[in-house]
């Protein structure tokens, strides 16, 4: 089983169209979660971290479901500019106490006019 | 807003050559990562930096691989004898502190042609 897993898409959705991509992680012992944009070509950026709670930050909505080992990310509204790859990132400690990021392949989305 | 540079951003090399990729961490932070993307592919990890030592490498960072922070501000990623399966966007990144509330940074990327 891969260590981060997404559905790579693409997703073409309309603008204004509320889309959810899913991820599922491997390693139960994960402590830290995030979804990540990466627009083609260029860095991959924070977009927010996710908490078991539950957490918003304007259009978009980020779940984690420990249990399950899965995480979601739900963009509300989209917008032209949300057109990027989402990755999905998790933070694992290794066995010598350091932090590594571990990424998904990313899901491709385009908003369509 | 204080970033993460990177030079060059494009380097193309031979086979069997040695390179030196460049990296300007946020001048405040103190641990340092290189990651690689190849075309197409996930980002992978490489490599975290902290101290002056290595803290953390994966699998892929074998003895070809090399890091160095030479002066107070540049964090360099040398790969000796290039390979052809090196071609790929090189990341740079760096964070204030380890711990899960601090975020990593990426620096724009090199990417990096063997031919």
């Known amino acids: 089983r891969k260590e981060v897993e997404q559905d790579p898409g693409p997703f073409n959705v309309p603008e204004g169209a509320t889309v959810a991509f899913n991820c599922t992680y491997s390693n139960s012992a994960s402590q830290s979660f995030f979804w990540y944009r990466q627009d083609c070509r260029k860095e991959p950026k924070l977009l927010m971290s996710v908490y078991s709670s539950g957490n918003e930050d304007g259009r978009f909505t980020a779940q984690l479901n420990r249990a399950s080992q899965y995480i979601s990310l739900l963009i509300r509204d989209s917008k032209l500019s949300d057109s990027a790859t989402y990755l999905c990132v998790v933070n694992n400690v290794s066995n010598f106490g350091n932090e590594k990021l571990t990424f998904g392949t990313g899901t491709r989305l385009t908003i369509i006019p | ?115």
């Open chain 2, 1 to 115: 807003e204080p970033e993460v540079t990177q030079t060059p951003s494009h380097q193309v090399t031979q086979m069997g050559q040695e390179v030196i990729l460049r990296c300007v961490p946020i001048s405040n932070h103190l641990y340092f990562y290189w990651y690689r993307q190849i075309l197409g592919q996930k980002v992978e990890f490489l490599v975290s930096f902290y101290n002056n030592e290595i803290s953390e490498k994966s699998e892929i960072f074998d003895d070809q691989f090399s890091v160095e922070r030479p002066d107070g501000s540049n964090f360099t990623l040398k790969i000796r004898s290039t390979k052809l399966e090196d071609s790929a966007m090189y990341f740079c990144a760096s964070s204030e502190d380890w711990t899960p509330s601090y975020e990593q940074y990426f620096g724009p990327g090199t990417r990096l042609t063997v031919t």
